[in-house]
């Protein structure tokens, strides 16, 4: 069993220190770990503290030529992209596909909004997921957001679901099965019930096992989602970074 790669890494370009590592050293981890292609995928535009800018994009593609050329790794553009209103919308500009190879959407909640109400029912709302037992009518909220949003957008991966906002978890897997959405397995945060999961398995939904590293040295360390692979059975035909590449919208793995 080979890991091929790592489809959600940090580097510094997400600001205020909030991601670690250079590209080069994500890509010379990801190399002595025998990956062979990693996205970088910082934060999205509209995060209020961590997003990457939109004008040092520029450099970020500057560093990953670089980067390849010294380590031998294929390295994706992308941006792990926020849901910012109720209506699915993320920030992402059509221009920006110009530039990416790799897009992310993750729910955060830092972020801002199309709307107040957005900012009310869609990020205050949720800030007590952990604590609360979200109603019936926040959950149909927080799925229909995120089912527009898959309809909406070309998106590759859906990262760390349910983790600070709850959903229908086998609705919205079901819809990214649909369109070619794989469900992350993340590193840090995986927040399925077994129930869930054999659900999702059985439907045949997708997944892909990703870091989520905000360090150098985090890169490739995915032992969250294959310890849940071997618990719950999941067939490594529907992980789609184990022995192969993911098939991407825009860019398909070589």
Known sequence: MLLYGDYHTHTIYSRLNHGKGTVLENASVAADKGLKQIAITDHGFNHEFFGIRRKNIPNL??????????????ILLGVEANIISLDGDVDIKEEDYEFLDILLVGYHKLVHTNSMRDKALLNWANYGNKIFKPSKERINRNTTAFLKMIDKYPVDIITHLNYGITTDTVAVAKMAKQKGVYIELNGKHISFTEEEIDIMTSEGVKFICDSDAHRPERVGEVNNGLNLIYKMGIPLSQVANIDKFPKLHKKHGN
């Not at 593609?61 to 294929?74: N, Q, S, Y």
């Open 61 to 74: 593609k500057e560093d990953i030529l670089t980067a390849k050329e010294i380590t031998g790794v294929d």
